[in-house]
């Protein structure tokens, strides 16, 4: 076997330029895919994170029975009561995969500053567990992320001893002219229809983050939004583990141990809930299956090229080994073996390339404005190893399929045509 190596080495290097060309398209190849499979995982992380912590969601979400369906259009209904909630935590807490259970109140109405009232849409959470969820999401940012993170709120965060206390989105602010320490009040209908108002105290701004609802968003204490419905009851329980992937075991199991309790749920995962995370992982599937493709036919081609070219200049070289006594089956494992040796050449170069696209985002630190997103953040390239291997295994395999089609036909050659080729 070292005999065959060291003649598709020879070969190589023969041919150098070409063969260097060929080499860096491979690499190119390689690089590309693995830094954007890098993005891609970054891309998926960054929105995994917000769904579950920026957002406060959990990993998974527990309604009452047809809170999808009605619960929607009629504020206040179908929520669950005081004692399901209870009853429910009691149960969470048996399984050690819980970290955390926390009940949520989304709210509507309309806040004023005394002269201009707007339309708010606002999440009722207990600011004790709020904290949790931005403990887990500052220790997975970047020290540049955390930066961002930090920039992205003025002010003081929500307390459960001031339930008065709500954070107002920067644009819902802007609208009103509301500022850190001013005051507004909430307007909106009880559970049973009546219309309630209470007074609230701006203790912080924020960015929402989604240009959509930036203008309209308040994040505002679970008790002042039971206090604005005239409820005792929670529109869900947002359920926090340990592990995201026991997600889907968990919901099997707290739905048969609730229904049971018998009380009627539905339980709904953080990937069911978040509509914009699967939207933009589908998007970035699609692209690297595009891009792989594309990759795919420039690799093809390039050895493709190569080796026909080789086939051609090397016809006598051919018939003399063939008229040596070299089988058809040699010749088909000597440009094999060069084009073998190829989509390792160009595979290990690609880890060069790849390994310094990743330090050179390291050390940069590029920031961007995703769509649909009004904050910067930090553009990050994860390390993903076994696509790298998957890459590498893949490209050297790929080279010895491309070099069939020219390496049949030199096998092919009638011995005493390739002596006589000119």
Not at 216 to 222: A, I
Not at 251 to 263: T, V
Not at 286 to 305: C, D, E, K, P, Q
């Amino acid at each position: 076997m070292m005999a065959w190596l060291k003649m598709g080495m020879r070969n190589l290097v023969k041919n150098g330029r070409r063969s260097l060309i060929t080499a860096l398209a491979i690499a190119l190849a390689f690089a590309t895919v693995n830094l954007f499979s890098g993005f891609a995982t970054y891309m998926h992380k960054g929105n995994q994170n917000v769904a579950i912590y920026a957002m406060q969601q959990g990993h998974l979400a527990i309604f009452a029975k047809g809170f999808q369906d009605r619960g929607r259009q009629q504020a206040g209904k179908s929520l669950l009561s005081a004692k399901e909630i209870e009853t429910i935590q009691a149960i969470c807490a048996r399984h050690r995969d819980v970290e955390l259970v926390t009940p949520q109140l989304y709210i509507t109405g309309l806040l004023s500053n005394g002269r201009i009232s707007t339309i708010f849409v606002a999440q009722g959470v207990v600011p004790s567990a709020g904290l949790v969820f931005m403990t887990h999401l500052k220790d997975m940012a970047t020290s540049k992320s955390d930066q961002l993170i930090r920039e992205r709120f003025e002010g003081q965060p929500l307390r459960d001893d001031k339930p008065s206390g709500v954070a107002v989105s920067r644009g819902l602010a802007k609208l009103l002219d509301l500022k850190v320490g001013g005051s507004a009040v909430a307007m909106g209908n009880t559970e049973e229809g009546r219309m309630n108002a209470l007074d609230a105290d701006v203790t912080m701004l924020f960015d929402a983050g989604s240009e959509q609802i930036n203008d309209k968003f308040m994040l505002v204490p679970f008790a002042f939004a039971q206090s604005l419905y005239d409820t005792q009851g929670a529109d869900r329980l947002a359920v926090l583990l340990r592990d995201a992937k026991r997600t889907d075991t968990m919901r099997e199991e707290l739905l048969r141990e609730i229904a049971a309790a018998g009380i009627a749920v539905e339980i709904k995962t953080w990937v069911e809930m978040s509509e914009w995370y699967r939207k933009v992982k589908s998007m970035f599937d699609t692209i690297f299956r595009f891009l792989f493709a594309i990759v795919f036919v420039i690799v093809v081609m390039s050895v493709v090229n190569t080796m026909g070219m080789a086939v051609m200049e090397r016809t006598r070289e051919i018939g003399t080994l063939r008229s040596l006594g070299l089988k058809r089956r040699g010749v088909l494992q000597l440009f094999a073996v060069e084009s073998a040796l190829l989509g390792v050449i160009g595979s290990v170069a690609g880890v060069v390339l790849t390994f310094t696209g990743w330090g050179l985002v390291k050390i940069l630190k590029p920031t961007w404005t995703p769509p649909g997103i009004s904050s910067r953040f930090v553009i990050w390239i994860e390390w993903v190893p076994h696509t790298l291997v998957f890459s590498f295994v893949f490209l050297v395999a790929l080279c010895l399929l491309a070099s069939l089609i020219p390496a049949r036909r030199a096998a092919r050659q009638n011995i005493v045509d390739s002596l006589g080729h000119v």
